[in-house]
C-alpha cells in the first residue's frame, strides 16, 4: 500500500513538472545594442508585430546591451551567456553559420543605403563630390568593431577606423575621422543623441553608399521552435499587409524616406563581396526599391 502511494505521488509529480498549457505564455526577450529601451526603434516594433501574428502567446521584453561591443554581444549570445534570445543585426556569412537566422531583412535593404553623419565644416567639401574616387579619397570612415560594413567599406578602398560605438561619436567630433557611417533608417535618431554633447555634428544630405545588405533577426543555434515563431509571425504580417503597414508609417522609416525625396544625393554603389549564397537568393520582393 506504501509502495503504490509513493508510486503514485512521483507519477504526479513528474506530470506536473512536464506539463505545460497550451496557451503558456512564452517570453521573447531581444537584446539591442546602445543605451536607449527601444521603445522609438523599428526592429523593436516589427518584433512586437511578428510575435501578434505568430499564432503563439508571445510576448516580448527588451534588454539595452549598453556600449557592449558587436562581437563581445555576438560571443555571449552564442554561448549562452546572454540575458536575451533574439538579437538583430548586419547580416554575414559567419552569422549564418553560427546562428539560426530568419531570412526576412527587418528594413527591406535600407540598411545598405549608408548615409554619414559628419562636421558641420565638411559639408562644402561634401556637396562638391561627385565621383567615387573623389569620395574615396576624401573620406576617413568611422566604423564599429565587428561591423559586417566595415569589411565592405574596406574592400571597396575606403580607409576606415574602427571603435566602439560611443568613441565613434567621439573621434569625428575632434577630427579623428570626417565621417561616421550609418544605416539610412539610423543616422537622424541616433544623431539626435549627441546634439547636445557634440554640437558641431551633423547628417549630410549630399553623398550615400549602397550595397546589398540587410539587418536579421537571428536565435541561438538549434533553437528551431524560437526561429519557426519569428519566422512565421513574419511571414504572416507580410501576407496580411501588417509587415508594409509598419514599414511605410513607421516614423523612422518615414524619415528616412524623405531623406531621399528631399535631397539631391550623389549616389554611389559598391559591392557587397562577402554576400553568401543564401542571402542573394532571399527573394527581390523583401527588398525596397528606392525611386
Not at 499564432?55 to 554561448?79: C, K, P
Not at 547628417?203 to 550615400?208: F, R, S
Not at 550595397?211 to 526561429?227: I, P, Q
Request: charged share 25%.
Amino acid at each position: 500500500m506504501i509502495r503504490l502511494f509513493v508510486s503514485l505521488v512521483c507519477g504526479f509529480l513528474v506530470a506536473v513538472a512536464v506539463y505545460q498549457p497550451a496557451n503558456a505564455q512564452r517570453i521573447v526577450r531581444l537584446g539591442i545594442e546602445h543605451y536607449d529601451d527601444g521603445s522609438e526603434r523599428y526592429e523593436v516594433s516589427l518584433l512586437k508585430l511578428a510575435l501578434e501574428h505568430s499564432g503563439e502567446n508571445a510576448v516580448l521584453e527588451v534588454i539595452s546591451l549598453g556600449d557592449t561591443t558587436q562581437d563581445r554581444v555576438l560571443l555571449e549570445f552564442e554561448q549562452g551567456r546572454s540575458d536575451y534570445n533574439v538579437f538583430y543585426s548586419g547580416g554575414s556569412p559567419d552569422r549564418e553559420q553560427r546562428f539560426e537566422q530568419i531570412d526576412i531583412p527587418l528594413s527591406r535593404g535600407l540598411l545598405g543605403h549608408r548615409i554619414f553623419v559628419t562636421r558641420k565644416d565638411q559639408l562644402d567639401r561634401l556637396k562638391h563630390i561627385k565621383t567615387l574616387d573623389e569620395f574615396r579619397d576624401f573620406a576617413v570612415i568611422g566604423s564599429g568593431y565587428g561591423w559586417p560594413d566595415t569589411d565592405i567599406f574596406r574592400a571597396a578602398g575606403f580607409k576606415v577606423v574602427t571603435a566602439e560605438w560611443l568613441n565613434i561619436w567621439k573621434m569625428l567630433s575632434l577630427g579623428r575621422t570626417n565621417l561616421f557611417n550609418l544605416g539610412l533608417h539610423e543616422a537622424h535618431s541616433e544623431k539626435e543623441n549627441f546634439t547636445e554633447i557634440y554640437p558641431n555634428l551633423t547628417v549630410d544630405n549630399n553623398v550615400m553608399v549602397k550595397y546589398r545588405f540587410g539587418f536579421f533577426f537571428y536565435v541561438r543555434k538549434g533553437n528551431h521552435a524560437l526561429a519557426d515563431l519569428i519566422r512565421r509571425g513574419l511571414d504572416n504580417a507580410y501576407a496580411s499587409g501588417a509587415f508594409m503597414k509598419l514599414f511605410e508609417n513607421h516614423p523612422r522609416i518615414q524619415r528616412a524616406l524623405r531623406h531621399v525625396e528631399d535631397t539631391d544625393l550623389t549616389v554611389f554603389e559598391i559591392p557587397n563581396p562577402f554576400l553568401s549564397e543564401r542571402h542573394k537568393a532571399i527573394p527581390d520582393r523583401y527588398w525596397h526599391e528606392l525611386n
